[in-house]
């Protein structure tokens, strides 16, 4: 039998479904959708009678108090019996094999009332006026459901069963490679997706030839996980003969010799006082904090996923790099997120979208709205981010997830999996997710599209991770494992092979449990289900574990053990399905030498907008580059992630009595203590195209200056890179991510930063046809986002950006120079050209010491780092923030800047020179401030003021802003509020 | 005397029981946290407690209601031992999630019979929102409350908080008995804070003993002069933060 609830809203004005539907029917030009209704609703399948449907409806599906609800076996009149003058009734579900949380989590509840559904599912559906078929199927596929997860009915639903699946009969399948030539084998590494070069499986053939067979399906698989770009740095790992700017570099391990070198430098120079504790190494980079805890962070990307479907893309991005932490050392409690989104340009004409690309407004919208729902539900708050827009991210968004965790000390150092130990899967049930291109096999599973989707996306479960994470942390708290590590790309596959990779192990796969019948063994071994983890428990801690696992209601299994013998053996019932060597696995990858050369490109000479002489003015250019998307206020996305959950927060990123934007956000790391941890970005991705070095560096001092704004220590700092490129197969576009790597190495030792960890998305390239028949191609810019994790010794010393007091005075620290490449005033229009600015080490050093000395003097009354908008920008964003005005003379400004003097105030107003700090300071403690600015090349600028304006003089001549001016246009980033959340 | 014992009850995606129980300890109180399902299986565990605290949260996911399953189990395997330890005199506090949850399990606002007669509704935004508010307090009714007489700001974290009731009657009366205790106010500007369109204000409310009381704002997140938005270079950071207050006269009131 197969019930439908349905639960309506009695107060139509509180249906906000409804409203966001009939407002999207109005940007999309459709005609006669002015009033709308949802209804939430239920398909509840079992022997259940119709008194049991009506109690569960009436305790447990609707409220007494503000919704009335309808009960009726799916295909009843009752069910299509809409609101007066609505008579088209839309139905959006989740397709089969999709994670439906809801639907799983009501089916769990009825339990409680004693009633044994088979399967529940969630249903939305929506009343509409009568329309043309044609507008209802815009509306449902533009505004309602998302191809790649949901169905859409419209009308009556027809349907029998929710769907179950028959068990999978083990089948053998061998995959012929003896006697291929590269061509053959790139046809079958294309046609199993499995992203190996012929050379790469010819090193597959030949071990195999070794063994006298042919792999097997699942042996195959296993090896091109564990070869994966995902899986090892299969680039940046990579031996390249380089050209660059300076001359011909040979590496033999690009990472190694840079990213990691740096590190190991910077550990060997510190000696006793090294602060690192594991980098590189376990599933996030790990450092000192106080004297019981470590502290580790890691930031992941999610940009495929996440294109093709934004809000499962993001959720499970984030729940990824929640499980690296849980899983670094012996277990890290997860106390902050952060995210960074880089997306098209918000007011792209619909008709500029190539085929299946999801228009940035909705793709913004959906990435907020998955981030915001896991990351709320997970309890874990998400401190700190940023949004960039640029037309070279339209068809290939970034999405970055990361976040930070503690563990108590020698928790990092006391992991390792011991032969004899059991290979335990516990959290969420197997799926097909994210098994690419799998193909449901049975026919009660629906039809191929749908199982396509049902595994190419992944939908997360906050609770299921959640319970998962109570759990972790009370198992480590005992003391009941001896390695941890989560399920991601790969899943078993990878998450098993790395733990036993020196000793292997044999893997029971019927063992795991399933959330459906009919997945063959290399489905299950290779599927990325997320909210799973896998731990090595000793035999005699299995039972206690066991117990902890049922007392937060979480499922753990022990499908295997850990061998020692080196071989990974993978049974079906006692039945060989797969048997590996785990050296081969791992060392038998052949690598290439790739070719990189660097071609520097063309510069042209600066050239001043003619608006200059005509009537452009400095109140007007800064009121521009506030509204700009780049420099405006993200208050509409930061105050939907809950950013206070676990009671830590000491700097918010939105601060003062004006909500200004902070630097970094503080946290304690302790609750009850005082030492805290600073987190902030950095990201130049305006360079990437023109000045990859530069773009990397002024990333990295951006995040560094973000931290050491709001009084964090310079001197313990870790670093993490995310690299997202286009090709990287071409010599050219390798160098360029060559060269950023060298910028990781040259400003980890400049200041002394380590990097920790890192990740890397490459070809990030979106080829298509046009509407002219022409083939397309659009590659995002060469990417660093750059994290900076810092401490701070006493919070109650932090600093925030916004003004205090008036009377204090301003001083600018740093030099400013007048390259203004990718700056905001380019985009404006009035400069183009020229070169972008150049990041001075020593300068920055300078500066980031002289102003974490004067924050941990108290003789700061606030402190804002000039980036996107520069000076002026900044100076706003305090006023903002403090509700004080300023008056700042911009003749002050220490800078070597030459251009036309028309253009001089311009320049200095608004160049993003990297590594300079806006300070507001006491009058009583100018002086010391001064003393402490001994060899910084800094000035006073002028002083707060109680008026509500700006007052800016500039080559002699002075111009007033008013505050609440400024404040409206740096509020318009609502213009991608309006996004359908 | 002996410390007063909190227990914080928690159940899957309950998210705010650590700093909760935190709160608890710096008020002067045990605090413990306990999990729904040890507590079913022992309901004698509220024998030994004087405060019993429902914290903030996603409980079950909320993915039908906010509260929902949660408020559900409590009144299948609990109710009984929930009535008899507040009419012992115990003190029931719901924060957020835990506010939702005791309206539904009809320990708060509810007819003779045990029906809900107000609910947390979506924000009028349709959006989870996390900012601060301003808050005063209404009368002498509810414990938590003493103390609290001049407007104080605490952080709200929620999307489903519009307080509504049932009916007009139902508001009037809630009122006129003085049992809707805490309200949005204005802020120093002047404008209204009300962040979700509840109605006459409502940020909190408590039984007809003031014993029971629940609230969507985080008292447990402004415990420090650190946790303000607006602390750094106005707020002596030795200070405490007024949400500290609920928690210290709820160890007071039990004591």
Same mark, same amino acid.
């Given at each position: ?8 809203l ?54 007494p ?27 959006v579900?989740?397709?089969t ?36 078929p ?5 509306l ?21 069963t929710?769907? =179950? ?5 083990? !089948? ?25 070069s ?12 070794g063994?006298?067979r ?18 090892c ?7 390249i ?23 190991? %430098? ?5 000696? *006793? ?6 980098v ?5 980079g ?18 495929? *996923? ?17 499980r ?41 919208? /959906? ?10 539900r ?23 997830c ?5 563990m ?45 989707s ?10 299921h ?44 796969l ?28 000793a ?42 060597e785990?050296?081969?696995l791992?060392?038998g ?22 608006r200059?002489?005509?009537?452009? %003015? ?6 521009a ?27 918010? *990123? ?5 909500? /200004? ?18 987190? =902030? ?5 305006r360079?990437?195209?023109?000045? *990859?070095y ?19 220590d ?29 910028a ?29 028949? !022409? ?9 660093l ?8 010794d ?8 916004d ?10 620290v ?17 400069v183009?050209?020229?070169? /972008? ?5 020593a ?6 010491h ?33 509700g ?21 105030p311009?320049?200095?107003a608004?160049t993003?020179?990297?590594?300079r ?38 080559a /002699? ?22 996004s359908?959340? | 005397m ?6 914080? #009850? ?28 040890a ?17 903030? &949260?996603?409980?079950? &996911? ?47 606002l509810?007819? @003779? ?6 609910a ?5 935004? &349709?959006?989870?929102?996390d900012?601060?508010?301003? #808050? ?7 414990p ?46 002047g404008?209204?804070?009300?962040p979700?369109g ?6 909190? @409310? ?32 030795? @200070? ?6 609920v928690?210290t ?7």
């Amino acid at each position: 039998m197969l019930w439908e609830v349905d639960v309506c809203l009695r107060d139509a004005d509180a249906d906000h479904a409804a409203r966001a539907l009939v407002a999207g029917a109005a940007e999309l030009a459709i005609a006669g959708c002015t009033r709308a209704r949802s209804t939430a609703g239920w398909l509840i399948e079992g022997e259940i009678s119709r008194p049991e449907a009506e109690r569960l409806a009436a305790r447990l599906l609707a409220d007494p108090v503000t919704e009335s609800v309808t009960v009726a076996e799916v295909g009843d009149a009752a069910l299509l019996a809409g609101p007066a003058g609505l008579p088209t009734a839309l139905h959006v579900l989740p397709r089969t094999g999709v994670t439906d949380p809801a639907g799983q989590s009501a089916c769990e509840a009825m339990r409680l009332l004693g009633v044994e559904p088979v399967a529940v599912r969630s249903v939305r559906k929506y009343w509409l006026p009568s329309l043309p078929p044609a507008d209802v199927e815009r509306l449902a596929w533009k505004l309602l459901a998302s191809e790649a997860i949901h169905d859409v009915v419209v009308g009556p639903l027809a349907l029998a069963t929710l769907g =179950g699946g028959r068990p999978w009969t083990f !089948t053998q399948e061998t995959v012929r490679l003896e006697g291929l030539d590269d061509a053959a084998l790139a046809k079958v590494s294309r046609s199993r997706s499995l992203a190996l070069s012929p050379r790469e499986l010819a090193a597959v053939r030949d071990h195999f030839r070794g063994l006298g067979r042919d792999p097997w399906e699942i042996e195959l698989e296993t090896i091109a996980q564990t070869w994966s770009e995902h899986c090892c740095h299969k680039t940046l790992g990579s031996p390249i003969d380089h050209v660059g700017p300076a001359g011909p570099v040979r590496f033999d391990n690009l990472l190694k010799e840079t990213v990691f070198a740096a590190t190991r %430098t910077i550990r060997e120079r510190l000696g *006793p006082h090294d602060w690192c504790v594991s980098v590189f190494r376990d599933n996030s980079g790990v450092v000192r904090f106080d004297g019981d805890h470590d502290i580790c962070v890691k930031v992941e990307t999610h940009n495929h *996923p996440s294109a093709i479907e934004p809000y499962g893309g993001a959720a499970t991005g984030l729940g990824g790099v929640i499980r690296d932490v849980l899983g670094t050392g012996l277990g890290a409690k997860p106390i902050a997120n952060l995210d960074v989104f880089c997306v098209g340009p918000a007011d792209t004409a619909p008709d500029d979208l190539p085929p299946g690309v999801i228009h940035p407004r909705r793709l913004l919208a /959906g990435v907020v709205a998955g981030v915001r729902d896991y990351g709320n539900r997970m309890g874990i708050p998400t401190i700190a981010g940023a949004v960039a827009f640029d037309p070279g991210y339209l068809c290939n968004p970034l999405v970055f997830c990361g976040t930070v965790g503690i563990m108590p000390r020698h928790s990092a150092a006391g992991a390792a999996v011991r032969a004899g130990d059991l290979v335990v899967v516990a959290g969420g049930r197997t799926g097909r997710d994210g098994i690419h291109g799998a193909t449901f096999s049975s026919e009660e599973l629906s039809s191929a599209s749908e199982s396509q989707s049902g595994g190419a996306v992944q939908i997360g479960h906050a609770i299921h991770e959640k319970m998962l994470s109570d759990f972790v942390l009370e198992a480590a708290r005992q003391g009941l494992f001896h390695a941890i590590t989560d399920c991601g790309a790969g899943g078993l596959s990878s998450a098993v092979g790395e733990m036993g990779a020196t000793l292997g192990a044999t893997v029971d796969l019927e063992k795991v449990p399933l959330k459906y019948e009919g997945l063959s063994a290399t489905e299950v071994w290779i599927s990325e289900a997320q909210e799973r983890m896998v731990l090595a428990v000793a035999p005699a801690d299995w039972e206690r574990l066991a117990e902890v696992a049922a007392d937060e209601g979480v499922e753990a299994t022990a499908i295997g053990t850990f061998t020692g013998t080196g071989k990974l053996l993978l049974r079906w019932h006692g039945r060989t399905a797969g048997d590996l060597e785990c050296h081969f696995l791992h060392e038998g990858r052949p690598k290439a030498r790739l070719e990189s050369r660097f071609v520097p490109p063309a510069i042209e000479p600066q050239v001043w907008s003619e608006r200059l002489g005509a009537g452009a %003015t400095l109140d007007a250019a800064l009121v521009a580059v506030l509204s700009l998307p780049d420099v405006a206020s993200k208050e509409w996305i930061i105050r939907q992630y809950d950013h206070e959950v676990q009671g830590a927060s000491v700097i918010k *990123p939105l601060v003062g009595p004006g909500s /200004g934007p902070a630097d970094a956000t503080v946290i304690r790391g302790v609750l009850g203590r005082d030492r805290g941890i600073a987190l =902030g970005v950095g990201l130049r991705h305006r360079l990437g195209t023109r000045d *990859p070095y530069q773009m990397a560096a002024g990333g990295i001092v951006e995040a560094i200056a973000n931290v050491v704004a709001t009084g964090a220590d310079p001197d313990r700092i870790a670093l993490l890179d995310n690299f997202c490129w286009g090709d990287t197969r071409r010599p050219e576009s390798l160098a360029t991510l060559v060269e950023a790597c060298r910028a990781c190495h040259d400003m980890a030792l400049e200041f002394m930063a380590p990097f920790v960890s890192g990740k890397d998305s490459l070809n990030n390239v979106f080829a298509w046809t046009d509407a002219t028949g !022409t083939h397309r191609e659009l590659s995002i810019p060469p990417t660093l986002l750059a994290t900076a994790l810092g401490q701070i010794d006493d919070v109650r010393r932090a600093v925030t950006s916004d003004f205090k007091r008036a009377g204090d005075r301003l001083a600018i620290v740093g030099l400013s120079c007048g390259d203004l490449a990718g700056s905001q005033l380019e985009l404006l229009g009035l400069v183009r050209g020229g070169r /972008g600015p150049a990041v001075d080490p020593a300068a920055c050093r300078a500066a980031f010491h002289a102003v974490s000395e004067a924050a941990r003097a108290g003789i700061l009354s606030a402190c804002h780092d000039c980036s996107d908008g520069g000076l002026l920008a900044a100076v706003a964003e305090m006023a903002i923030a403090g509700g004080l005005g300023a008056r700042v003379d911009l003749d002050a400004t220490p800078s070597e800047i030459a251009v036309p003097t028309a253009a001089r105030p311009f320049a200095t107003a608004f160049t993003e020179t990297p590594g300079r700090f806006i300070c507001a300071v006491p009058a009583a403690v100018a002086e010391r401030f001064a003393g402490v600015m001994q060899g910084v090349p800094w000035a006073w600028l002028g002083s707060v003021t109680p008026e509500a304006a700006l007052e800016i003089t500039a080559a /002699g001549a002075a111009v007033q802003v008013p505050l609440d001016r400024l404040a409206r246009a740096w509020r318009t980033a609502a213009g991608a509020e309006r996004s359908r959340g | 005397m002996l410390s007063p014992r909190a227990l914080v #009850l928690r159940a899957p995606g309950t998210n705010c029981d650590h700093e909760t129980a935190h709160a608890f300890e710096r008020a002067g109180a045990i605090a413990r946290r306990v999990h729904v399902k040890a507590l079913a299986e022992k309901p004698t565990l509220l024998d030994d407690i004087q405060i019993l605290c429902i914290p903030g &949260g996603f409980s079950y &996911g909320d993915d039908i209601a906010s509260g929902r399953i949660f408020a559900l189990e409590l009144a299948l395997r609990l109710g009984d031992a929930l009535r008899g330890f507040r009419d012992r005199g115990g003190l029931v506090l719901g924060i957020c999630n835990g506010f939702q949850v005791l309206l539904q399990t009809g320990l708060l606002l509810a007819d @003779a019979e045990g029906r809900p007669r107000a609910a947390l509704a979506h924000n009028r935004s &349709g959006r989870f929102i996390d900012r601060w508010v301003r #808050l005063e307090v209404r009368g002498t009714k509810c414990p938590f409350l003493h103390g609290l007489d001049a407007a104080f700001d605490l952080p709200i974290a929620h999307g489903e908080g519009r307080f509504v009731t049932a009916s007009q009657a139902d508001l009037d009366a809630f009122d006129a008995a003085g049992q809707l205790v805490l309200r949005y106010a204005a802020d120093s500007t002047g404008s209204p804070t009300n962040p979700n369109g509840a109605a006459a204000d409502v940020a909190g @409310a408590c039984d007809a003993t003031g014993r029971v009381f629940g609230l969507m704002p985080h008292p447990e997140r402004f415990i420090d002069a650190t946790h303000h938005p607006a602390w750094s270079g106005r707020f002596d950071t030795a @200070a405490a933060g007024a949400g500290l207050a609920v928690f210290t006269n709820a160890v007071k009131t039990v004591s």
